[in-house]
């Protein structure tokens, strides 16, 4: 177990301690550090040895010195008195202010009581044996010391007469303040060379590791911290000849993999966007279809059983008439009771027609949704076209007591309604297309405008600034108009704008839906330009002449659409032939 504090704190070790102490400290900070202290460290046990060695010469030129005195002493007859002669009690000493030299006879030397310190420390290292080859090296001792600012030196020498037996102790006491000012000299330029030589290292070993370890370190670092930041198109630039190129090109290649793997999955994600994008598009779709759907079940079972009740309603008169024309012996029917039986026809014939409207036009969009429409161009007279599609539609107009209108350009740029004046190229297309979307327009203008109203069918060439050459059939009628908000509505399948069951107007309203993609098989555009309270004008703008390589490009769309219809209908068929319950 860990200890822990009293308060239930954990307590670091030491070594842990020391440890996140470091952690915080920068490399360079770490590597000074720890160089300054190797390099104390090794001049500092480099400067012991001559640290000591100066202080061992100083001091054994100063012990040479007394020893010089002595002999001086001892061969000298001027400087050396006949001090053996001397009483016991008599002086034996010559002293000056740094130098003091006594002579101890053997016999005083042997029975005084020096107590401690140098004297007895001599008698004990300069004590006779009486062996030759032992007494040989106990004829010295010396001491220094270091007193105020000083060196003090003593030194102790056995006296031997001509017989070699000794009859004394020779010291000299020396206080030499020239040996202590050397010696502190020759300490403060170890001390300074040392400085110098752990200064100019440290110096060098700064230089040499900012140049080769660190730069590359914080270069790399900078490169990482940019592309911690984001920025993936950074490189390290490393020359250095080392194993830290090695590491910059080792991290070079890292950034191209992870810029490589970025772009991957950017791709990836906007692949993935782009996905649920249209997945979410295609559920919106989805239930836009499948409400459309409903409402058009509804609606094409109010509108198929209207003409066919109709049709079985009047056919019903009609066979309960011919049932008691058979049974009456009266004579012919009456002209009024043969108007009625007509008008009944009349509205068979309406009905059956209108119902095979709707059935043409279900039939139409489903070729168009599985991709099953052909294109068959041909030249066709505009002004022709025109004056036939007004013919058709001229009937119903007049039931409602409509005008129709053909505006046609002539060469001088006026309007007429003659087809043989108008100025206006044939062009080339489908012409069955063609005519069923502005037929439509008709329609559906007569159907919306009101009684006493007019449409008018217009035809005239545009020279839009891209060059190519285009004609416009345009329907304008006197209606209520369409609000801005319902411009594209009216162009969905099975939407109209009054789709409930009580609208007044019949239809799948796939008209409208028909015409727009007829339009682009025919490479034209539908355009609608209508106000609330103004009428409406539905436009159908086409070239003279159909591009051969966008007409190649429709047919390969509508194959592929074909293909999609097939696989779906398929599934569906699997998935309805499936294990059911």
Request: proline residues 4%; hydrophobic residues 40%.
């Amino acid at each position: 177990m860990s200890p822990s504090s009293s308060g239930g704190g954990e307590r670091l070790s030491p070594a842990a301690r020391a440890s996140a102490m470091v952690s915080g400290i920068p490399l360079a900070n770490k590597c000074m550090i720890l160089f300054g202290a190797a390099v104390v460290l090794i001049i500092g046990a480099a400067l012991i040895v001559p640290w000591v060695r100066l202080a061992t010469i100083v001091d054994q030129s100063q012990l040479e010195t007394s020893r010089q005195i002595a002999r001086l002493w001892q061969e000298s007859p001027m400087m050396m008195p006949d001090w053996t002669g001397m009483a016991s009690g008599e002086e034996r000493e010559a002293r000056t202010r740094h130098l003091m030299i006594r002579f101890y006879p053997e016999q005083e030397w042997a029975r005084s009581d020096f107590g401690g310190g140098f004297l007895a420390a001599a008698r004990e290292r300069l004590a006779l044996t009486g062996d030759p080859k032992h007494d040989e090296d106990r004829v010295e001792h010396s001491e220094v010391l270091s007193e105020d600012n000083s060196r003090v030196y003593r030194y102790a020498r056995g006296i031997m007469n001509q017989s070699g037996a000794r009859i004394g102790v020779l010291t000299v006491q020396r206080r030499s303040e020239v040996a202590a000012s050397q010696l502190f000299v020759n300490r403060i330029y170890l001390l300074a060379a040392g400085f110098g030589a752990g200064t100019l290292a440290v110096l060098v070993f700064y230089l040499i590791t900012t140049r080769i370890i660190l730069e590359p370190v914080r270069s790399l670092r900078a490169t990482a911290d940019l592309v911690r930041q984001g920025n993936l198109d950074i490189r390290a630039d490393l020359k250095t000849g080392d194993e830290f190129e090695d590491l910059g090109d080792t991290f070079n290649s890292m950034l191209v993999e992870l810029s490589e793997q970025q772009s991957k999955l950017r791709g990836i994600n906007r692949s993935l966007d782009l996905r649920l994008t249209d997945l979410a598009e295609r559920n919106v779709m989805l239930h836009e279809t499948a409400k459309m759907k409903g409402e058009f079940l509804a609606n094409i079972s109010h509108e198929l059983r209207t003409p066919l009740n109709s049709i079985i309603g009047f056919a019903e008169i009609l066979q309960g008439i011919a049932d008691s024309d058979a049974q009456s012996t009266g004579g012919p029917p009456t002209a009024e009771q043969l108007a009625k039986r007509r008008r009944y026809l009349d509205n068979i014939v309406g009905a059956g027609r209108s119902l095979l409207e709707m059935i043409n036009e279900l039939l139409t969009m489903a070729r168009i949704d599985a991709g099953k429409v052909e294109l068959h161009i041909q030249r066709l007279n505009v002004a022709e076209t025109c004056e036939g599609l007004l013919a058709l539609i001229r009937p119903l107009a007049e039931k409602k007591r409509l005008e129709l209108a053909l505006q046609l350009p002539t060469s001088d740029g006026r309007l007429t309604s003659n087809p043989s004046m108008a100025d206006l190229p044939p062009i080339e297309t489908d012409p069955q297309k063609l005519q069923q979307i502005v037929f439509n327009f008709l329609s559906n203008a007569v159907k919306f405008t009101p009684e006493g109203g007019k449409v008018t069918l217009r035809a005239d060439r545009l020279f839009p600034a891209d060059g190519t050459a285009r004609v416009r059939f345009s329907v304008i009628d006197t209606g209520d108009g369409i609000p801005a908000d319902k411009h594209e509505f009216i162009f969905q399948k099975f939407t109209q704008l009054d789709s409930g069951h009580t609208r007044e107007q019949q239809g799948t309203g796939l008209g409208l839906a028909i015409a727009r993609e007829f339009s682009e098989l025919l490479q034209g555009e539908i355009l609608l330009d209508s106000e609330v309270g103004r009428g409406s004008m539905f436009s159908i703008v086409v070239p003279l002449r159909m591009d051969p390589d966008l007409a190649a490009q429709r047919a390969i769309e509508n194959a592929g659409r074909s293909m999609f219809a097939r696989a779906t209908e398929h599934s569906h068929e699997g998935a309805a032939s499936g294990p059911s319950g």
